[in-house]
């Protein structure tokens, strides 16, 4: 869940006059896995989180995607179907723009293909460093760590306590998303909720110390 590169000004008005404003409920998929790709979607406002269904039978969070985004570049590059399911944390907006269209433009514009290659080459550097940290750190050091870089990233300012951040994500889906087994989640987070670090709720949690959790994370 590394940092995202933004795109210029000038980017961004290609993008948007190449597409069309479309907006999506909060629980509705925004893109679905497995499903053929015809359009690039770019975040103007809310989260999408992005999950994908292993073959155990847990939901894995691969990212959390906000405003600046891109949604489905790499299906719409290869033509094959979606390799994850996108879906509203809260009413999202975005431009939608056609495939096909949206391969003219990297096209005919190399600063633009070259600013989407590069946001492409930073989630892929990002999904092989999750992947050596599973096999390097135990339960609770992933767990912490993932949660902090979501709520960093994307969390929810609270008022009480002040600096908290609200993070909307199951436990089913952090499990996947710290490659670990539900049960060590649930070690994991009643030991960082006994130190005071974070409080569990359904559907959400609450992290009362965001920068205690990232040491707790770097472990």
């Known amino acids: 869940?590394?940092?995202?590169?933004?795109f210029t000004a000038e980017q961004l008005g290609l993008i948007h006059g190449a597409g069309r404003e479309r907006r999506?409920?909060?629980?509705?998929?925004?893109?679905?896995?497995g499903m053929p790709s015809g359009e690039v979607i770019l975040l103007e406002s809310g989260l999408v989180k992005i999950t994908t269904e292993l073959a155990n039978g847990y939901t894995s969070?691969?990212?959390?995607?906000?405003?600046?985004?891109?949604?489905?570049e790499l299906s719409c590059l290869d033509g094959r179907p979606r390799s994850a399911t996108g879906t509203a944390l809260e009413p999202v907006r975005g431009t939608v723009v056609p495939g096909e269209r949206?391969?003219?433009?990297?096209?005919?514009?190399?600063?633009?293909?070259?600013?989407?290659?590069?946001s492409v080459a930073?989630?892929?550097?990002?999904?092989?460093?999750?992947r050596a940290e599973h096999g390097a750190y135990p339960a609770g050091v992933r767990v912490a760590h993932v949660l902090w870089e979501m709520a960093?990233?994307?969390?929810?300012?609270?008022?009480?306590?002040?600096?908290?951040?609200?993070v909307r994500v199951t436990q089913q889906e952090l499990a996947g998303?710290?490659?670990?087994?539900?049960?060590?989640?649930?070690?994991a987070l009643a030991e960082l909720a006994s130190e005071g670090l974070i409080e569990r709720g359904r559907?959400?949690?609450?992290?009362?110390?965001?920068e205690g959790l990232r040491d707790r994370g770097l472990e």
């Open 177 to 187: 998303a710290a490659g670990t087994s539900r049960e060590s989640l649930v070690r």
């Open 102 to 118: 949206f391969r003219r433009l990297l096209a005919a514009h190399g600063s633009l293909a070259l600013a989407v290659l590069c």
């Open 24 to 33: 999506w409920a909060r629980g509705a998929a925004v893109v679905s896995e």
């Open 152 to 166: 960093s990233r994307h969390g929810v300012p609270t008022a009480d306590p002040p600096g908290g951040l609200v």
């Open 122 to 130: 930073a989630r892929l550097r990002d999904s092989d460093r999750l």
């Open 1 to 6: 869940m590394g940092e995202v590169e933004p």
């Open 203 to 210: 559907g959400r949690t609450l992290v009362r110390d965001p």
């Open 61 to 72: 969070l691969l990212a959390v995607r906000g405003p600046g985004e891109l949604l489905g």
